[in-house]
Nanobody
Framework: VQLQAFGGGSVQPGGSLTLSCAAS????????IGWFRQAPGKEREFVAG????????AYADSVKGRFTISRDNAKKTVHLQMNSLKPEDTGVYLC????????????????????WGQGTLVTVSS
């Protein structure tokens, strides 16, 4: 599977953005999808993930209640709705795919993910 993230941009604190991850290839619905971000000078960190059916989600504590992940398997797309953005949300956001059985958990560890897309930059600043 090949992934491409898009939808980034510049926004003021408190604003909103929706990122999308578009996939090509077969069997998209066999992959759990994760969103990660990397801020300048910092390590990559898990943001949110969703199971292959969309029935289970996981979020980093720092984004719970502000971000929502969803997917549309028919369109091979995963969305990350980001509200109440903070300057510390600034970074390059990447989506990644983890080939998973239906009962597999949504992992926060990047080592579990097999395929990565190009990132999209989100800048939160006044």
């Amino acid at each position: 599977v090949q992934l491409q993230a898009f939808g980034g941009g510049s926004v003021q604190p408190g604003g909103s953005l929706t990122l999308s991850c578009a996939a090509s290839g077969r069997q998209f619905d066999r992959y759990n999808i994760g969103w990660f971000r990397q801020a300048p000078g910092k390590e990559r960190e898990f943001v949110a993930g969703i199971s292959r059916s969309g029935g289970r989600t996981a979020y980093a504590d720092s984004v719970k209640g502000r971000f929502t992940i969803s997917r549309d398997n028919a369109k091979k797309t995963v969305h990350l709705q980001m509200n109440s953005l903070k300057p510390e949300d600034t970074g390059v956001y990447l989506c990644a795919a983890d080939w998973a059985i239906s009962s597999a958990p949504v992992y926060a560890s990047e080592s579990q993910y097999d395929y990565w897309g190009q990132g999209t930059l989100v800048t939160v600043s006044s």
